[in-house]
């Protein structure tokens, strides 16, 4: 690659090899998006005529989606606070503590990253069945926070490494408590992290679906689990109109972050997410 990038015409050929595969990933996106604004009803590609009338069949009288919708962000929103509630007290326990096994623990965290989703999907089932709990969108959030709090941990345990402890511990000699310590210094400068842990929680939980599935009832069906069962008996072009909606959402949230991250001065830092248990200590070095 780097012999590519000394000449001209390296250069070139990484831009087109980049721009092909860019290209590749995006292309399903912009298929689907497309697609919602078609007039066919069998949504073709390309269309032959545009119309807004799947986005207005979304919320017509009698119409599922909105329903689906306000229970996707119901549980994304509770999802969102259980899993930044569990992910900064792990974050802080493996970075600002001397937490016995911590590569252990560390692994433990990661686990729901790595084993499959209908695994999971299936125990979460067996375990809220007996308590009759099927249906209950804090059953369906809990379930969600599985897979969302991995997430919310890596992304807090990255930002509490960038945060200089030379900072608490001058507070701590003060005399300043800590909780007032966490108010007044950690939180502040840790704010452009929970702000990405908490939209990264958010989409998950929306765009979740085999937990959703094994947990959800007939009366509380979020919007994947609604996509799923329309699409199994019969082709509705709303459907096209539901996936641009998503697709919308995790562009917006991803932008957020952007913006965040950027007013915060923190877009500058070298990495997001720790890739090993190694770094783990690294926050507690001193120069």
Do not use: C
Request: overall charge neutral; hydrophobic content about 55%.
């Amino acid at each position: 690659m780097t012999g590519l990038r000394s000449t001209l015409a390296g250069r070139l050929t990484l831009a087109l090899l980049s721009t092909l595969i860019l290209l590749f990933l995006a292309l399903p996106i912009v298929v689907i998006v497309v697609t919602s604004f078609g007039k066919d009803a069998f949504g073709t590609f390309p269309p032959q005529a545009w119309t807004l009338g799947w986005y207005k069949q979304l919320f017509a009288d009698g119409s599922k989606w909105p329903a689906a919708l306000s229970l996707s962000a119901l549980v994304a929103a509770m999802t969102t606070v259980f899993s930044l509630t569990l992910g900064m007290t792990a974050a802080t326990a493996l970075v600002r503590s001397d937490l016995p096994l911590r590569t252990a623990v560390y692994g433990l965290v990661l686990a729901p990253l790595v084993i499959p989703q209908v695994v999971i999907a299936l125990g979460l089932f067996l375990l809220f069945e007996p308590a009759a709990m099927l249906g209950s969108p804090i059953a369906i959030a809990l379930g969600h926070t599985v897979l969302a709090s991995p997430i919310a941990v890596l992304i807090l345990i990255a930002t509490l490494k960038g945060i200089d402890e030379r900072l608490e511990d001058a507070a701590a000699s003060m005399g300043a408590s800590r909780l007032t310590i966490a108010r007044r210094i950690t939180f502040p400068l840790a704010a452009p992290g929970i702000v990405a842990a908490a939209i990264f929680s958010f989409i998950t939980s929306f765009d979740e679906f085999f937990i959703s599935q094994f947990l959800s009832s007939v009366d509380t069906v979020t919007l994947p689990v609604e996509v799923f069962n329309l699409l199994q008996y019969n082709v509705d072009p709303s459907v096209t109109a539901v996936s641009a909606i998503l697709i919308a959402v995790a562009v917006v949230a991803l932008a957020l972050v952007g913006v965040a991250r950027r007013l915060s001065g923190s877009g500058k830092q070298d990495g997001l997410l720790p890739t090993e248990p190694a770094g783990l200590s690294a926050g507690s070095e001193t120069p």
